[in-house]
T-cell receptor
Framework: DQQVKQNSPSLSVQEGRISILNCDYT??????FLWYKKYPAEGPTFLIS?????DKNEDGRFTVFLNKSAKHLSLHIVPSQPGDSAVYFC??????????????FGSGTQLTVLP | DVKVTQSSRYLVKRTGEKVFLECVQD?????MFWYRQDPGLGLRLIYF???????EKGDIPEGYSVSREKKERFSLILESASTNQTSMYLC????????????????FGSGTQLSVL
């Protein structure tokens, strides 16, 4: 039973437009959320995070939105660039865990930004 | 520049072979992890170590063991490789940030694509 779900395996967007990647979770104990980006032949790298005390966190072109009542978060990339083409993983943990051991990953979404 | 290095990028082994996957980090991190990545399943934690000679089972430890004799090195061992262990294996590390604190920002290696024939 996947506790973190990314229901879209792939997404294609035109350069300059907005990319919206979605993630749903089922465990109500999750209160800290992260996005990782993975290029082919490289390991995932941390992109942005949000704790449940916020509903939005912004870092440059990347914004993560959290809707706790819907148990849903989304990553917005504006404007999208070809270099953003990668697999994006959503991850979640209970903040009280004090340990990265509790991190649960989604299955990933392949974003392709078309020039 | 922080670095997690995995010894092999690609590995091909036969069923029943003993396989060692090596990982070294140069960031003096206390925590080290082994994940496997499979299509449609994301990253799943195999084993975790929070200190030298300490280890904890992750979500899918069956068929695997680990060794951490030195802080910078974390090895994943497949005692008798099977075809269902064909996968991308990712090593990661993170610093310990204190009791009650959180640190889910992992630093990953480039991965080892293991094929078991």
């Amino acid at each position: 039973d996947q506790q973190v779900k990314q229901n879209s395996p792939s997404l294609s967007v035109q350069e300059g437009r907005i990319s919206i990647l979605n993630c749903d979770y089922t465990n109500s104990m999750f209160d800290y959320f992260l996005w990782y980006k993975k290029y082919p032949a490289e390991g995932p790298t941390f992109l942005i995070s949000i704790s449940s005390i916020k509903d939005k966190n912004e870092d440059g072109r990347f914004t993560v939105f959290l809707n706790k009542s819907a148990k849903h978060l989304s990553l917005h990339i504006v404007p999208s660039q070809p270099g953003d083409s990668a697999v994006y993983f959503c991850a979640a943990s209970p903040i009280s865990s004090g340990s990265a051991r509790q991190l649960t990953f989604g299955s990933g979404t392949q974003l392709t930004v078309l020039p | 520049d922080v670095k997690v290095t995995q010894s092999s990028r690609y590995l091909v082994k036969r069923t029943g072979e003993k396989v060692f996957l090596e990982c070294v980090q140069d960031m003096d991190h206390e925590n080290m992890f082994w994940y496997r990545q499979d299509p449609g399943l994301g990253l799943r934690l195999i084993y975790f170590s929070y200190d030298v000679k300490m280890k904890e089972k992750g979500d899918i430890p069956e068929g695997y063991s680990v060794s951490r004799e030195k802080k910078e090195r974390f090895s994943l061992i497949l005692e008798s490789a099977s075809t269902n262990q064909t996968s991308m294996y990712l090593c990661a590390s993170s610093p310990w940030t204190g009791k009650g604190a959180t640190n889910e920002k992992l630093f990953f290696g480039s991965g080892t694509q293991l094929s078991v024939l």
